[in-house]
Structures are given as structure tokens and as C-alpha cells.
């Protein structure tokens, strides 16, 4: 088959299995990867040539520094201390959850920043009598323009800056992203501010299931009737878990009573719990229990220790404690994540090393001072993101070296009359937001970089300002539910239907939009 054809159907292939959601992502991108093999168009090394790229590993290890502020609990702080403070009106709540948002994304994951805001969110808006759903979409696109305020905001911000410098242009700076992240971020505020009242839905959620600490901690002081005379259930230093014994365990007949410590990891046991009913003096002569299988037991100590307790296989936690420790708000560790964080970010700003050097520099320091396991390591990094990058970078390669790029570069310039950049900008940006509303936005900026590529060394023309509106599409992922991962997250705890996200995604879109074709080329010229 000639390489420009297999090229297409591949792609073809790959866009509707993305556009199905029937085929796992990274399921995808892997055999994306072997059809350019099995095909002939790339060499087998060629087409496995992804996941040795340094920008793959350098977004790798923005997932590790990223769950460091949320393990210590530096995203929780952010939010309980400020969104809690703002007070209780609408407008003055709504412009602080987004602004909030906007500045954590550009330094954590957007997920990650969405999830930390997310039960907090929930709970200043039932204390303010305010309905959710005029709250979280709100919150889900403010982050995705957050994003654009620095390089390590998302994996597209990354994925151009190293596909601009391969076509012969330049890297873009740390904070360079900001010159159109800034505005965008107080256009998106601004709008929904002005107009959210109207185009949110008032939706009423079945239930709201968000994680949050106090919430935890007041259900385990009341399940258990544990008094204020225990102390905090939850600090920096120590917490508490719930555990279930095991059918097989071993402490199956152990006698214990409330108030003695465990064996095993010195843990104090502050509950008993035997049917739904508390295990006290009204029970037993003596308070004490005699372990069945079945029986729930609140410990509290450590986090270390709690968490070497609940692996043990005598008990099944119901709730893990890094669950409930991640929302303890600067919690230990906190500084020296911070620290890291402010010395990554100097790296990158100044450029002394490549980002992949200073992304593994930060993940090490991560490691060596005890901010996080390698087993929390190993969760962290988001495995499809990875995956779908190193598989789809092939597709980007193959493009360019079987000229498959040159055709549809041909086709767009022949649809704008092959003399305008900025209307063949238009076109590109177009064609990503619509793409980027039923595939992720990764997915389609890595489809478009090598066509934008060859319409700007066509056209002879700089490719900053193709790269840099790809970027800024790339966040206009607005219209559904399914966009994006934090559009979803937002869906059950807003009350949301499938259709509520376009009534404010598409005037936002289109503003992002106009951004990307007309603000942009005016910062970075053609």
C-alpha cells in the first residue's frame, strides 16, 4: 500500500475508534503505533520512537509533581482557606472558584486542580444556598483556561513548544503562554460572570458524592461515637482509617477494646463496631469485642503507620487513608513539595536545562526527601496520557516524512486561495474545535501540528503562531460532557445533563476562537 494512503486510513481508523470511546485510548494509540509498522510506513524503532522522547517523560513527570501538592495537601489548603473565605454571594464566589482554578491548573493537572476545588465547591455552595450546577461548569472551564498560563499547565502546551522547535522555530518560555493564557482567563471569568446566570441550567443533583475530610471525619465521630475528647481526627501528622476485618484474618478472636493500641503498628483504636451497632459498656461487661469477620474497627496514629496498617491483609480499609490525608490541608511534606515546585519552575523559566532534566530533577527530589513513595509515584503519572503522546507522536512523523502532511496543507490553502496565513490559521482552528469536542484535545492537536507545519513552511511563514493556536483551541474543549475529564468530573455532583455544557461552551468557544486567529498572530508574528 503506498505510504500516503496507509497514512490516511490510519488515521481515519484512529479518529473513529477515538470518536467511539468503545476502544481504550491507549488501546488506540498503541495500535496506531504497530499499523505504521505493519504497513511499512515507519521502521519498528520509528514507530516506538515515542515513548523514549524526551517530551513524553517530561510530561510523565508533571504528574508526579503535580500529586505531590496534592498528596501534602497543598491543593486543599488553596482552597479551603481562600474559597472559604470569600463569603457567601454569588458573583464574589463564582470570580474567586474560577480564578482559584485558573491559577492551580497552570501548576498541577487540570484534573487534579478540578478535584481538589471540587468538594470544597460543593460545600461553600450549599452553605451559601447556591445550586451547584451555577458553580461547576464554571469551575471545569476555568481550569481548562488556566492551562494556558504556563508550559506545564497541560501536555498540549508541551507537545508545541517541542513541535515548534523541530520545525525550525523556537521553544516557547515557562511563562510565554501567559501573553494569551492572562486574557483568556479574564474573558472566560468575565463572561460567565456577566452571562452564567442566565445560560447555566439550575439543576438539583440526586446526590452529592465528593470526597471531603471533615465530612469524613464527622461521619466516623458519629458512626463510632467518638467524642471530642479523643482530639482531631484528621491533622499534618496523624489521621484516621476505618477497617473491616478480613473473612480470613488473623485477628479473627483477638479481644480488643477501645482505647488500646494495635500490635502490629502501635495504632489506637478509638471504635467498634459489630451489625451498625457501636461496641460499648451497654453491649459487653467490660467494653470489649471479640473480632468476628465483619467487624469494623476506627484506628487512628500516624499516616505512615495507617497506611502500612490497611495493606496488611488481615483488614480491608473502606476508606484508604490517602484519600482522606491528601484533603488535610498542608499537610507533611507540604514545604518541600513547594520548594520543588519553585525550583522546577526556575529551571524551566531559565532554561539552564532541558524540561525533561528538570522534570526528573523534581521527581527524584520528590523521592529522596520523602514527599512521596514510589508506589504513589507509580500511581500518579495518568498511563494513558503517556501512552496516547508516545503512540500518536509516530502518526505526527509519519505525516511529515510520507507527505501526507503536503496533501491536506494543499487542500487548505487551496480552500483559503493559498495566500492568507491567518485565514488558513482560521481553517486549523476550526477543524481542532471540532475534532476536540469528540476526541481528547491531545489527540487532536498531535493530528494537526504536522499539517499546520507544513502550511507554515509552505507559506513561509513563522510556525509560532500555528502552535500557539492549536494550543489555544486546544482548551476550548467546551460543547459536551465528554470533552474533556473534568467536564465529566463535574457532571453528577452539578446535576448536569449531556446538553447543558453548550449553552455557555459555545459563546466561549467562539471567543477563544477569535483569540486564536486574530489576537494571537499579533503577539507571534507570521
Known amino acids: 500500500m503506498d505510504p500516503v494512503i496507509a497514512t490516511f486510513v490510519?488515521?481515519?481508523?484512529a479518529v473513529i475508534a477515538f470518536v467511539s470511546g468503545k476502544i481504550a485510548l491507549p488501546v488506540v494509540a498503541l495500535g496506531v503505533a504497530l499499523a505504521l509498522w505493519a504497513t511499512g510506513v515507519l521502521t519498528l524503532p520509528e514507530a516506538l520512537s515515542g515513548f523514549g522522547d524526551p517530551t513524553v517523560v517530561f510530561i510523565a513527570t508533571l504528574f508526579v509533581v503535580s500529586e505531590s501538592l496534592d498528596a501534602t495537601g497543598v491543593t486543599a489548603w488553596v482552597g479551603q482557606r481562600v474559597i472559604g473565605r470569600v463569603g457567601t454571594r454569588r458573583g464574589i464566589l463564582l470570580i474567586a472558584v474560577m480564578i482559584i482554578a485558573a491559577v492551580m491548573s497552570a501548576f498541577i493537572s487540570i484534573n487534579g486542580a478540578v478535584a481538589a476545588l471540587l468538594p470544597v465547591v460543593v460545600a461553600v455552595a450549599v452553605r451559601a444556598g447556591i445550586v451547584p450546577s451555577k458553580l461547576l461548569i464554571p469551575l471545569a472551564f476555568a481550569a481548562s483556561a488556566g492551562s494556558l498560563l504556563t508550559l506545564t499547565g497541560t501536555p498540549v502546551n508541551v507537545v508545541v513548544s517541542d513541535a515548534a522547535v523541530n520545525a525550525g522555530g523556537r521553544t516557547f518560555?515557562?511563562?510565554?503562554?501567559?501573553l494569551v493564557g492572562i486574557p483568556l482567563v479574564v474573558l472566560t471569568v468575565v463572561f460567565t460572570t456577566v452571562f452564567g446566570e442566565r445560560l447555566l441550567p439550575r439543576r438539583?443533583?440526586?446526590?452529592?458524592?465528593?470526597?471531603?475530610?471533615?465530612?469524613a471525619a464527622q461521619r466516623l465521630r458519629e458512626s463510632y461515637a467518638v467524642t471530642a475528647e479523643t482530639g482531631q481526627l484528621f491533622s499534618a501528622?496523624?489521621?484516621a482509617a476505618e477497617v473491616m476485618i478480613a473473612p480470613r484474618s488473623r485477628l479473627v478472636g483477638r479481644t480488643i477494646y477501645a482505647g488500646m493500641t494495635t500490635r502490629e503498628e502501635d495504632l489506637v483504636i478509638l471504635g467498634l463496631r459489630r451489625g451498625g451497632s457501636d461496641v460499648d459498656a451497654t453491649h459487653t461487661h467490660s467494653g470489649e469485642l471479640t473480632l468476628q469477620a465483619g467487624d469494623s474497627v476506627l484506628v487512628q496514629g500516624p499516616w505512615a503507620a495507617l497506611e502500612r496498617y490497611v495493606r496488611s491483609p488481615d483488614v480491608i480499609a473502606v476508606t484508604q487513608p490517602q484519600t482522606l490525608r491528601r484533603a488535610v490541608p498542608l499537610g507533611r511534606g507540604a514545604k518541600r513539595a513547594l520548594v520543588v515546585l519553585a525550583l522546577m519552575v526556575v529551571l524551566l523559566a531559565t532554561g539552564v536545562v532541558p524540561p525533561a532534566v528538570a522534570g526528573l530533577l523534581a521527581a527524584?527530589?520528590?523521592i529522596v526527601t520523602r514527599v512521596l513513595t514510589l508506589a504513589q509515584v507509580y500511581h500518579s503519572i495518568s498511563w494513558t496520557t503517556v501512552i496516547l503522546i508516545a503512540g500518536m507522536f509516530p502518526l505526527s512523523d509519519a505525516f511529515v516524512s510520507t507527505g501526507a502532511a503536503d496533501v491536506v496543507s494543499n487542500v487548505v490553502l487551496t480552500m483559503t486561495g493559498g495566500a492568507s496565513p491567518v485565514l488558513a490559521l482560521l481553517v486549523l482552528c476550526v477543524v481542532a474545535l471540532i475534532l476536540g469536542q469528540f476526541i481528547s484535545n491531545l489527540a487532536t492537536v498531535?493530528?494537526?501540528?504536522p499539517i499546520a507545519v507544513s502550511v507554515s513552511q509552505t507559506l513561509d511563514v513563522s510556525i509560532q503562531p500555528f502552535m500557539m493556536?492549536?494550543?489555544v483551541i486546544g482548551a476550548a474543549a467546551f460543547f459536551t460532557p465528554i470533552a474533556t475529564p473534568v467536564n465529566l468530573m463535574v457532571m453528577?455532583?452539578?446535576g448536569y445533563r449531556f446538553g447543558d455544557y453548550w449553552r455557555l461552551g459555545l459563546p466561549l468557544a467562539l471567543i477563544y476562537l477569535l483569540m486564536a486567529v486574530v489576537y494571537v498572530p499579533l503577539i507571534w508574528k507570521f
Open 204 to 215: 438539583e443533583p440526586e446526590h452529592l458524592d465528593v470526597p471531603d475530610t471533615s465530612r
Open 10 to 13: 490510519i488515521l481515519g481508523l
Open 492 to 494: 453528577q455532583p452539578g
Open 237 to 239: 501528622r496523624e489521621g
Open 173 to 178: 518560555g515557562f511563562f510565554e503562554f501567559a
Open 469 to 471: 493556536g492549536l494550543t
Open 446 to 449: 498531535l493530528i494537526l501540528v
Open 364 to 366: 527524584g527530589a520528590l
